[in-house]
């Protein structure tokens, strides 16, 4: 999503991956602030009988008033602050007033914030509602060290690869699959941008990672197989099996000796299911 009036930050090119300077880094810190106290803030509202479209209404009022505006409304005709993904739901899932949350279900909630100069701050976590399945619990704690594994791999001179491979490795070892349809991406001034960032691969693969390049490392990881539909809305992607699924997302930059996470909880919560 391009905005005329956002203020350019320092950049290079590096062919078409932007490497960003310090005051992309503080931009991107002030938009990942947002988006995760947002997500804070939803802890408490997630509960039985709670609709999906309530907590959407609580993510565009927190924002608003934090000076900040959800870049998914009216984005590719999207209509909503908050993407909601239940149970089975990979990705993309429309809040709808009538959707009540059920005990026993488990969540994602994904939120872009946009600050002033036109940052990002894109991230997801998974929430449970009251008491969750044992599998589902442990499904929502391997994908969060999926993820934390990705990002453990971001470091200059390493490869796009190798955190797809970490993410891989690990999801496989505990019988669970990596989804592959749906990727990571470049993020900035724009909401998708390059480089793409594969939650499967090889190490040594793909991208060299440099200083300044900012992306999100979001791996959806399945109880099931790893095959995915799409919903007729256009949006909302599922399980072909109907099996679990679950999906933590950060937004990242490249430092000089590894990376800067932009989207840690402010108050700890980084993982709302174990609360």
Request: contains cysteine.
């Amino acid at each position: 999503m391009n905005f005329i009036d956002a203020v350019e930050a320092p950049l290079r090119n590096t062919g078409h991956i932007k490497l960003h300077g310090p005051e992309g880094f503080e931009g991107m810190r002030r938009a990942g602030k947002v988006a995760a106290s947002c997500l804070d803030m939803l802890v408490a509202e997630v509960k039985a009988g709670v609709s999906t479209g309530h907590l959407d209404d609580l993510a565009r009022e927190f924002l608003l008033d934090h000076d900040a505006i959800p870049a998914t409304v009216y984005y590719r005709g999207y209509r909503h602050s908050l993407c909601t993904s239940l149970n089975h739901v990979v990705c993309h899932g429309i809040p709808n007033h009538d959707k009540l949350l059920k005990e026993g279900d488990i969540l994602n909630i994904d939120v872009t914030a946009i600050v002033e100069g036109g940052w990002h701050g894109d991230t997801s976590r998974m929430y449970s509602v009251g008491e969750t399945r044992r599998k589902a619990s442990r499904l929502m704690d391997i994908t969060y060290e999926c993820l934390m594994r990705g990002v453990a791999a971001v470091k200059p001179g390493a490869r796009t690869g190798d955190i797809g491979a970490a993410i891989q490795d690990y999801a496989e070892r505990q019988r669970c699959s990596v989804v592959e349809a749906f990727c990571g991406h470049g993020l900035g001034q724009l909401f998708h941008d390059a480089p793409n960032i594969l939650h499967f691969g090889k190490r040594g693969q793909g991208h060299e990672l440099r200083p300044g390049m900012i992306f999100t490392i979001e791996p959806m990881i399945n109880l099931g197989r790893k095959d995915v539909a799409l919903l007729p809305d256009g949006w909302t992607a599922v399980t072909r099996d109907r099996s679990l699924t679950a999906q933590f997302e950060h937004s990242i930059g490249v430092t000089d000796d590894g990376c800067e996470i932009f989207t840690e909880s402010p108050a700890g919560l980084h993982t709302p299911h174990t609360v």
